[in-house]
């Protein structure tokens, strides 16, 4: 009766399927690499709300109301939503999806989020206690900013290690039944801290983490980086992903070219001028959902893991002088035959 | 194989036993009428520590691993965390169970926390995903009114209508075997916003969350308040029980005396100057863990509607002129058979 595979890893029997993956971004994402793939593009930052904050709320409503729309269904099919983003309280989340009516567990695991909720929600699937889950997370990089950095008319330099909150909300409806790719296996992260405390270098603080996940994940599989077509982590960017490949080649892994970084693939760095890549709950979330959520529905990959990462600070953390801890959270899919679908 | 027994309930197939439950609190809360019946009484609010929110998280880590010890484990032996509270980004939390080094799933739920993490730790042990669960839910009244009222050292009067945010941690092990008290269904809460906005009157902001999951969980489970020994909501404290009573009596409910919330039995209101009663993450999670637990266990309470009771607010969405939405999660609750341990 057992699911457990190893001491952090869970294999699913019923083989969850991802029924459908929507993707909102704003206007930065949208001038992006990954442009066409996404569902629905803001030109404008406020989204038509007052504030950011709101903005965010907006970007949830109309993204997860995309993702239940593209599965066919109505709010009420769906039994549970689970979502988070990084604004303080969660409140981008809990204000976007309110109208919804839909039993709802909310989730912090900052930038890791995406892959939380995936988590748990497969789990809740394949467990027999739900048989549509919608899952998704949010940021927003004026909120962001202004949260965690400066006031934006400040117009403060940022050094070469930073990212750049991605702007949006990625959603996906978990589903008991159909044909789309299926979460086979999910890696809980714990949480990792290296004693980084440099705010303005999220891929540093979080590599460690990446690192933890990777490795336990091998150990309770008895798999290689070369067993996936795609590793992708979250939002270490160009550094973090650096440090990820040379802490794993220490520990005997070769992580080649098979393995990438969502914050590297959605933002030209040199054009865009973000630095060390993208970050942010929804730099995960978007990009699985619009870049590599069609490649696994028509098999181009066939097995996939899925690492967002997250780092659990807060403004206040930081003032006191604390380290930034790092999680990150695994889930296995495998895309749909080709020809399939 | 579905577990789902009405639109917003499902009933546990393997009967999940909570192994120990652990309680830790504050001087106030030492002073208060429940005094007897927590593990470790702090005297000091700041625990030691420089600052309220390292206070908090050290009230996490010491019950966090009361809890375990309390149920004769190690923190190897146990499959997940799930624990949340209010400071921004849960660093509460997180900087109060990095040590313990267990696959972590963070959750933002305000003060239903508790009933948040026990109702999805219980469906992750239900449904196969691991043998051991910690969850658990803090609060600290400093670091609390500090981030959603006043500086403390303003010396502000409050309302009579406001509550007092509790400090301390309360955690409970959930485990696949034993013969502790056992949770045989969850009723998970929809985000119910009646457009309150007065951030010191929680307990009507709340109050309608805890009706419609009440409603919600009668109409699922086809019982009445009289089918329960205890009901107990989370933090509404006088005024949002008194709310909670007249609405449901509208509802067709007569909630008789077994109901009360957990707010008004934590402090002795008129001569701790608490006002309307307690609340906090920590309010539901302690006198859960402290004063119905061991009735619980003694077959003294034979079944309990456990309901954290929740309101997802900022200080910026309030300043925003946003309302309070609120949340309440439902966790039904058999005690042993009289005798039997």
């Known amino acids: 009766m057992s699911k457990r595979i190893g001491k952090q890893t869970v294999r ?8 459908s993956a929507a993707s909102t971004v704003g206007p930065k994402e949208a001038e992006g690499p990954l442009s066409k793939y996404f569902d629905q593009r803001v030109e404008d930052i406020y989204f038509g709300e007052k504030t950011w904050e709101l903005a965010e709320s907006k970007f949830v409503e109309k993204n997860m109301g995309l993702a239940i729309q593209k599965a066919n269904l ?146 309770d599989t008895g798999r290689k980086p070369q067993d996936y077509d795609v590793i992708a982590t979250g939002d270490l960017g160009t550094v973090g992903r650096q440090l990820v490949v040379e802490l794993m080649e220490k520990e005997g892994y070769d992580m080649d070219s098979r393995y990438t970084d969502c914050g590297i693939e959605i933002f030209d760095a040199k054009k865009q001028d973000t630095h060390a890549g993208g970050s942010g709950c929804a730099c995960s979330a978007v990009t699985f959902c619009a870049y590599f959520y069609p490649k696994l529905v028509s098999g181009e990959i066939r097995r996939m893991l899925f690492i967002p990462t997250g780092a659990l600070m807060s403004p206040t953390s930081s003032q006191q002088g604390q380290p930034i801890p790092g999680i990150a959270h695994g889930v296995v899919i495998e895309g749909c035959k080709k020809g399939a679908k």
């Open 12 to 19: 699913l029997s019923e083989k969850v399927s991802i029924l």
């Open 74 to 219: 109505k709010p009420k099919d769906i039994d549970y939503v689970l979502c988070g983003d990084l604004l303080n309280q969660c409140t981008g989340s809990t204000f976007g999806i309110k109208n919804l009516e839909i039993p709802f567990f909310g989730l912090f695991g900052a930038c890791s989020t995406m892959g939380e909720s995936m988590s748990l929600g497969a789990m809740l699937i394949d467990g027999g206690f739900a048989n549509y889950v919608l899952t998704g997370a949010s940021s927003h990089f004026c909120a962001a900013e202004k949260q965690f950095r400066f006031p934006l008319p400040l117009g403060t330099q940022r050094p070469p290690t930073s990212t750049w909150t991605v702007t949006g909300d990625g959603a996906v409806v978990l589903s008991r039944k159909g044909d789309g790719p299926k979460i086979v296996e999910i890696t809980t992260g714990k949480i990792v801290d290296m004693g980084v405390t440099d705010a303005n270098n999220m891929g540093a603080a979080m590599a460690p983490a990446a690192v933890a996940l990777l490795k336990a994940h091998f150990e």
